[in-house]
């Protein structure tokens, strides 16, 4: 299995599908780590993160079936068959902390312990749709070097987006998402904050991509 191509299947599985486990074994096998990563869970009632700091990703469970887990539920008390995946976040650079550390928001920025997602290109499946009056791609390849430009000139407009507003030194970074491609991309260094971030966006590195279900 190649952990990059397939990851937008994990979505919807259990911690311990078989999926999810032989990707992150996949990953751990490209990092100075274990085949059996451990992460740090960190549970609430309507969440539980498990963060994988070392491979740069961070996967969100929804409790599902009634289940809410009482906020810091350590792993073996947790009932892991009444949790599904539902948002992956991959990390390019080590300047966003944990979602939970926001308030399981997925903004904001300050310094994390995650390291940059270990495989790339990394490749990722988009359902057909026009794009300026053509076929956009089947797939694209992203990088470590990969720029809001190229995002836009794959995917067109976003469906929303927002951040750099305010002084660069206090505002958050850009993001974009695109939801009925149930994608959402992240941006980071200095052309990504500020009054002017949405005119030097073009040329701003994605700092965090999120996948999450697609909605119609």
Same mark, same amino acid.
């Given at each position: 299995?190649?952990?990059?191509?397939?990851?937008?299947?994990?979505?919807?599985?259990?911690?311990?599908?078989?999926?999810?486990?032989?990707?992150?074994?996949?990953?751990?096998?490209?990092?100075?780590?274990?085949?059996?990563?451990?992460?740090?869970?960190?549970?609430?009632?309507?969440?539980?993160?498990?963060?994988?700091?070392?491979?740069?990703?961070?996967?969100?469970?929804?409790?599902?079936?009634?289940? *809410?887990?009482?906020?810091?539920?350590?792993?073996?008390?947790?009932?892991?068959?009444?949790?599904?995946?539902?948002?992956?976040?991959?990390?390019?650079?080590?300047?966003?902390? /944990?979602?939970?550390?926001?308030?399981?928001?997925?903004?904001?920025?300050?310094?994390?312990?995650?390291?940059?997602?270990?495989?790339?290109?990394?490749?990722?499946?988009?359902? /057909?749709?026009?794009?300026?009056?053509? !076929?956009?791609?089947?797939?694209?390849?992203?990088?470590?070097?990969?720029?809001?430009? !190229?995002?836009?000139?794959?995917?067109? !407009?976003?469906?929303? *987006?927002?951040?750099?507003?305010? /002084?660069?030194?206090?505002?958050?970074?850009?993001?974009?998402?695109?939801?009925?491609?149930?994608?959402?991309?992240?941006?980071?260094?200095? %052309?990504?904050?500020?009054?002017?971030?949405?005119?030097?966006? *073009?040329?701003?590195?994605? *700092?965090?991509?999120?996948?999450?279900?697609?909605? %119609?």
């Amino acid at each position: 299995m190649q952990a990059a191509a397939n990851i937008r299947q994990l979505l919807g599985h259990p911690p311990s599908s078989q999926l999810i486990l032989q990707f992150l074994s996949s990953l751990s096998t490209t990092v100075s780590t274990s085949s059996s990563p451990t992460p740090e869970v960190k549970a609430y009632p309507d969440a539980v993160y498990f963060n994988f700091y070392a491979l740069g990703i961070s996967l969100l469970f929804l409790p599902v079936h009634g289940y *809410k887990p009482r906020t810091g539920t350590p792993r073996a008390d947790l009932e892991e068959d009444h949790l599904v995946l539902d948002g992956i976040d991959i990390y390019n650079s080590p300047e966003r902390p /944990p979602p939970e550390a926001e308030g399981k928001s997925a903004r904001g920025a300050a310094t994390s312990i995650y390291s940059a997602y270990p495989i790339f290109p990394m490749a990722l499946t988009l359902p /057909p749709r026009t794009v300026d009056g053509k !076929e956009r791609p089947s797939a694209i390849a992203i990088t470590q070097q990969t720029t809001g430009k !190229e995002f836009l000139t794959w995917l067109g !407009e976003p469906d929303r *987006k927002g951040g750099g507003a305010g /002084p660069s030194s206090g505002s958050i970074g850009i993001w974009i998402q695109y939801s009925k491609d149930g994608l959402m991309v992240e941006f980071g260094g200095d %052309e990504s904050r500020g009054p002017q971030a949405w005119d030097r966006g *073009k040329d701003a590195v994605w *700092k965090v991509i999120s996948i999450i279900p697609p909605t %119609e």
